[in-house]
């Protein structure tokens, strides 16, 4: 089956020689072709060009994409869109003068999510989660990473995972799963967490290792939660297992987390509101990926990633939606970007590498995904008639999509 896009007003993040990442000044530029045509067959990007360049095809299918712009899908490397219920709750409380951590004291937050998760069928998961994933898809996104984390327990996560795991089986985009078992400290455990961490260790990791239900090893790097010995600890363990290191750190404090992310040569780090400056010292010339989360800070009003200021350093960054119950019910990559300019001082440009290649990048995708580029994955968006791109950031509460595209295939 070979597609024709013609008379496409731009296609964006056009790539003939495929890029790993970005990082620094290289995030400024954009390539693009104006007035061009792709051409898709079956699920990947075969050829593209300017519109005068245009070789005789024959096509299946011809679509004329006048007025409109084609770009790469989003790449959402850090969601936990695998939960049960809502806290919607908590939101209310918060507008009512409770902070986040006095909601998590009195047994809120994630430990909610948890007892939520624990009472809810692996069926009924799935079901709430793959409505959750579709509404994304349908927004853009065209590769995901999802968490383990609202188990808390050797029969909660493994439910968790076996979602992930079937929703994999189930939809065409790509979707990386992470165990994150020590996300909090379960209630029980309240006065022995180190019990609850070699739980985690000795009897979870080791069943998430043996059916291959995670790629990817996570910890919530935190006061009052996880310290830096316990990412140590659990890190050592994982890696033992093959499972890689995307680990949240340094969302409310700055206690080491990024450094111990880089000794354990970790794919990611992810949340970055806090950063001193010998974070971004640690991070140069490593292969982290510092990945920031604007809609979170956006949900919570805490700080915002110091993105522009970590660019200005020579760093890479990527943007993810951190799409969960409790700190940001919203998987809205475009709205992600949007903030990623409007906060976080990132050009348009910058905003649409970040969310795109360097996603990728931290999910290990790409080489298949990130970019347009001969012989990748065709998982792309399609927009409506818009002036330009920096509209997309721009008008932040408009869908600019049209449609988008998996592997070649129309979301219906
Ligand atoms: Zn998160």
């Known amino acids: 089956m070979k597609q024709l896009f013609i008379n496409i007003k731009e296609l964006l993040q056009v790539r003939d020689e495929p890029v790993e990442k970005l990082s620094g000044a290289e995030m400024k530029e954009l390539p693009s072709l104006k007035n061009a045509w792709l051409l898709i067959e079956n699920d990947k990007i075969s050829d593209y060009g300017e519109m005068n360049s245009l070789p005789e095809i024959n096509a299946d299918k011809t679509i004329n994409a006048e007025g409109k712009i084609i770009l790469p899908s989003w790449c959402d490397s850090h969601t936990h869109i695998v939960y049960a219920g809502n806290r919607e709750q908590e939101f ?25 998760l624990q ?8 079901e709430q989660s793959a409505k959750r994933l579709e509404e994304v898809m349908k927004l853009g996104t065209g590769a995901v990473e999802i968490k383990s ?19 994999q089986q189930n939809y065409e985009l790509p ?3 992470t165990f994150l078992g020590a996300h909090a400290i379960p209630k029980e455990y309240k006065e022995k ?25 996570d910890i919530f790097c935190e006061k009052g939660y ?3 010995d316990d990412t140590h600890k659990l890190l050592s363990a994982a890696t033992k297992f093959g499972l890689k290191p995307k680990i949240h750190v340094n969302q409310f404090n700055a206690i080491g987390g990024i450094q111990a992310g880089i000794e354990h040569d970790a794919l990611s780090v992810d949340h ?19 990945v920031a989360l604007p809609s979170c800070s956006l949900f919570l009003s805490i ?20 799409f969960n119950p409790g700190s940001t019910p919203s998987g809205n990559m475009n709205l992600v970007v949007s903030l990623a300019c409007i906060k976080m001082k990132m050009t348009p440009e910058e905003a649409i590498n970040a969310a795109t290649i360097n996603g990728a990048y931290a999910m290990e995708l790409s080489e298949t995904h990130g970019s347009i580029t001969k012989g990748k994955k065709a998982n792309f968006i399609l927009t409506k008639e818009i002036p330009s791109y920096t509209f997309l950031p721009y008008a932040f509460g408009t869908n600019s999509i049209e449609s988008v595209f998996i592997n070649g295939k129309m979301l219906e």
């Open 92 to 116: 209310a409380d918060r507008i009512n003068g409770l902070s986040y951590e006095e909601i998590a004291k009195r047994g809120g937050g994630i430990l909610n999510s948890a007892k939520t």
């Open 119 to 126: 009472e809810t069928s692996e069926d009924e998961v799935y």
């Open 149 to 167: 984390g609202y188990g808390l327990t050797e029969e909660g996560e493994l439910k968790m995972l076996r979602v992930i795991k079937k929703l």
């Open 175 to 177: 979707i990386k799963a």
């Open 193 to 217: 967490p180190d019990a609850y961490l070699n739980l985690v260790i000795d009897q979870i990791l080791p069943k998430v290792a043996e059916e291959k239900l995670a790629e990817y090893i």
């Open 226 to 228: 996880f310290s830096v």
């Open 272 to 290: 970055l509101e806090v950063m001193r400056p010998e974070d971004i010292e640690s991070l140069k010339g490593t292969n982290t990926m510092p």
């Open 303 to 322: 700080p915002y990633t110091p993105g522009r200021e970590m660019l200005d350093a020579g760093l890479p960054l990527a943007l993810a939606t951190d």
